[in-house]
């Protein structure tokens, strides 16, 4: 079910941009304003959330500990996971941010006759989502060279790196092999595992197939339905410099990629995918383990209830005096 | 469990991974007895002036709420997420990648889908997309969005009061997630109308009103420490001082009650008493702060720092100089992570020095108290006691990490220094079972009472899974922690899963170890048994 209301979300998007372009010419509002409206809630969405999120403090300084911590001089403490500085912390959040490294812990057990459960190591969702992750940031990098003149250093460089195979006319990026494959496999073992098909929403099948529809219409106009490369950048270098140009000459699903990836950036602040912002404020991880060297001050604290030691002596005292314990008050 | 108990082979063949429900969205929960908790005494919940005190349990049709609840619900997470900016990112975040979903003992242990730590999160997610976010708004349950029923509230009571709060989702989670966050603050919520369990309610008051969550009175606290100091006269020949509310003593020491009062608790304060006394220690007890643990952790933030308040009034009343805090697991989680923001800063306290070793304890320069095995690994390292090992020959012994010195604080080394030190047989469990990855008993957190059976053998099926292995392989006969919750709970759990093991705080092998001055010559442990050879129906299974 959440499959089905996923995928015929998906249908729907495309079929407005056939429609919207075929029937009713409407080129300029799905090439002009939607991507710059996408823009526009993208950003002031992120921005929206994280100000609601830096809005509310930090009560208490509670990272999960992986690692001995720094206590006893002769005790080697586990900078990283157990990190006792800022330093410690930034390289912790580095490698989780940049290398899943929480993830790459992940573990997978099983029952074994005799009623035993065995451990082992699970590294697929990990390597699947490093993949997926990467090959998506390189494809956006790559996407630069549509959008600036002159173009950076870092695009040719990537490209090349990308497509070292040197395989085809035009020379196939790998990212563009990688991305697909990741998508499918991420979308797969949400279905195939009871477990994952449990847990799953609408929610998390509709970004897989929008990301995968995104890069499949982008494969396509690189490989086989020849799309007018010039008129694409005169139109992204329109679009960027905010004097917009709608050139005759572009195929239909150029439209729909972009509106996709219009809806994308629309989709992104209402839904999961801000986990990419979220992460860095994550109070697990981005704090460090040294609580009991340094305070840490809860900006709402307020007093509370409480039972002193002069009530509590008030009520025991004949008690204490009988069992010759020393008294404030005799 | 109502009227025979499974066997383990029983209960191991219930358990199913297939999710056999389809849909979560749906809550009906049924009240099985064995796996949930009696609902708070009226009398307690009264005491401590919380809302709602009534005659109900859990398995009642109708829970004589407010007539306002959900209003009373929503404003209460309108608030937390103002409060706690933890729980707005944990809500906005999780992508639902499902590397929790196996690592929870409880669903390990029970098979319940709900139990995944990702899916006992969106339980309160859900209500949140609800009501504060704008997708869910407008595309309810397509967004994951569901509206807040009773019956929503009874899986809540039902799967929040099934967590412990260990957190070893969190260690897995992508994005640090900590459903002890989540289960803290929707306990919380619960409690704003009334619904709690009477084996975290009445702890507290107890807790509130004699300072310790037995309910131990003053003279009943002296007594029992007396009684320890003349059972250790009496299996060593020394008499040992044990002040009590002694002004102007250089440290206060405070543990958990269950030390003086439960087994095998009890024979870790033993340990504790021949070692403050061996190195001349100048320490008091105090009858006011006579409880380490916080179940006021396991209600609310309020009540956490409502319990915990004694421990620095007390050293500030008896003008003592730094803290040693005892063997146990949420106490530290509260003593490390919390204490010093709520009811700290601690200035009328000096930067803890062992008078011993003259070694500065600088990383609790701030909180100033320092966990009891830092201050022996201390002492051993620098060989400032005298240690017989040979006399922990007759345990084959393995180490649990409790969860929260595992992952709230990073203890992993030190109680593994002292084991090592103190005894010839140790041997780790398997790894992904251990230090950071640490499974939970199935009991902490409020969950540790006699009608929740089946669900703590449940959930500590993982734990008593890898001691297996070690008792199998390695003839283990005695699984060490340093948790008072694991004290209480993990033999039961043993005699159900692991016949044969028994359970023992790290400062019980300390006090058998130690070389006394003055001492006669030991023929039995702290245990009364004899000591230096292996028992031998197990010496029949090497």
Known sequence: MNILISAAALLILILLVIVGIEAAGLEYFFGVFIPYMAVVIFLSGIIFKLIGWARSPVPFRIPTIAGQQKSLGWIKSSKLDSPATILGVVGRMVLEVLLFRSLFRNTKYETKPGQKLVYGSAKFLWIAALIFHWSFLIIILRHLRYISEPIPSLVPLLQNL??????????????????????AFLFMRRTADPKNRYLSLTADYFPLLLILAIAITGIMMRYFTKVDIAGIKTFAMG?????????????????????????????????????????FLSPTRNLSNNNRSVRHVNPWDKPVRIHTYEEYEDEFRDKMKAAGLPLEKE | MSDKKPTPEELFSTIDYKASEKDWSKPHIKFKVGTYNHSGVPKNVEYLELPNARKWQPSDDDWQLPDNWKEIIIDG????????????????????????????????????????????????????????????????????????????LKEWFYYFYQCTQCRRCSLFCPYGIDTAEITILVRE???????????????????FRTGNHLGIQPHGFADSIEFAVDELEELTGVKVEAPINRKGAEVLFVSPSADYFGTPHYYTLLGYLALFHEVGLDYTWSTFASEGGNFGSFVSHDLMKSLNMKIYAEAKRLGVKWIIGGECGHMWRVLHQYMDTINGPADFL???????????????????????????????????????????????????????????MGLIDEP????????????????????????CCGSGAGLGTEENLEMRLRGGLPRANAVNFVHEKHGVNLLACICAIDKATLPPLMEYWVPGVEVAGVHEFVGNALIMKGENERKVDLRGEPIGEPEPELEEKQ
């Not at chain 2, 009334?194 to 507290?204: A, C, E, F, L, Y």
Request: net charge positive.
């Open chain 2, 77 to 152: 997470i309108k608030e937390r997420l103002d409060k706690f900016r933890s729980l707005k990112i944990f809500m906005d975040i999780c992508v639902r990648c499902g590397a929790c979903s196996d690592k929870c003992h409880f669903f390990i242990g029970s098979g319940d889908p709900k139990n995944m730590p990702v899916v006992r999160a969106e339980l309160l997610r859900s209500i949140y997309r609800n009501d504060f976010t704008t997708a869910g708004k407008i595309l309810g349950r397509i967004a994951g969005a569901r509206e807040l029923t009773l019956d929503v």
């Open chain 1, 239 to 279: 679009l960027v410099s905010f004097k917009p140009v709608v050139p005759e000459s572009i195929n239909v699903i150029f439209y729909i990629h972009l509106f996709l990836v219009s809806s994308l950036l629309v989709y992104f602040s209402f839904s999961k995918l801000l986990h990419m912002v979220g992460v």
């Open chain 2, 189 to 207: 919520l619960l409690n704003l109308v009334g619904v709690n369990i009477d084996w975290v309610i009445t702890p507290v008051a107890n807790s």
């Open chain 2, 416 to 439: 593994r220094f002292i084991i090592n030190s103190t005894c010839n047989n140790f041997y780790e469990m398997p790894e992904n079972t251990i230090k950071e990855q640490t499974f």
């Open chain 2, 350 to 408: 000096e930067v803890p020095v062992s008078p011993i070793t003259g070694t500065k304890f600088d990383f609790a320069k701030s909180t100033k108290m320092i966990h009891i095995c830092e201050f022996t690994a201390d002492l051993i390292k620098n060989n400032k006691i005298k240690l017989d090992k040979s006399r922990n020959d007759h345990w084959k012994i393995t180490f649990h990490d409790s969860c929260n010195p595992a992952r709230a």
């Open chain 1, 162 to 183: 990308d497509g070292f195979f040197q395989v085809g006319v035009p020379e196939l990026f790998i990212t563009n092999i990688l991305i697909v494959v990741s998508l």
